[in-house]
């Protein structure tokens, strides 16, 4: 961890971390330390709520509900991933900007090689359209 990680403060949280090896360790970090800094810098998200959600470290937005769930994790052939809400329209108006720049899973997650860092530019706007998703769809209804 570096010293701009946010503390945990779910010790079950911490615990799965740190079982996940280097170097994808090192990635799901650097997912990590993106979704609290864009968190704080969008309007309208407030507090993140980290937990566990199917073993994996997910992102919550329980005091706005702004947003829908966020997880990191291990897909099975390797590496590591972030993973959207397949029902949502989050990961496929991702890949309409980026069709050809991500290793897309359906509409459910993007996966990256263990030894390459995640782009922080381009992921900001899926964490943040991720942690707006409601909070969006409500203002496109009215």
Same mark, same amino acid.
């Given at each position: ?23 994808? #360790? ?5 997912? #990590? ?61 991702? #890949? ?11 509409? #459910? ?34």
């Amino acid at each position: 961890m570096s010293r701009n990680d946010p503390p945990f403060a779910d010790p079950a949280v911490a615990a799965c971390f740190q079982a996940v090896p280097e170097p994808a #360790r090192s990635g799901m970090l650097a997912l #990590r330390r993106l979704i609290f800094e864009t968190a704080a810098e969008t309007p309208g998200v407030g507090a993140l709520q980290e937990t566990l959600k199917w073993g994996q470290p997910a992102y919550l937005t329980p005091e706005t509900k702004s947003g829908s769930t966020i997880r990191i994790g291990l897909p099975k052939q390797g590496g590591y991933a972030i993973y959207a809400h397949c029902q949502t329209s989050i990961i496929p108006d991702f #890949r309409s900007l980026f069709p050809d720049d991500f290793a897309f899973e359906g509409n #459910r997650a993007i996966h990256f090689p263990d030894d390459v860092p995640p782009p922080a530019e381009p992921l900001r706007l899926l964490i943040r359209n991720a942690l707006t998703y409601h909070l969006r769809r409500k203002q496109g209804a009215a």
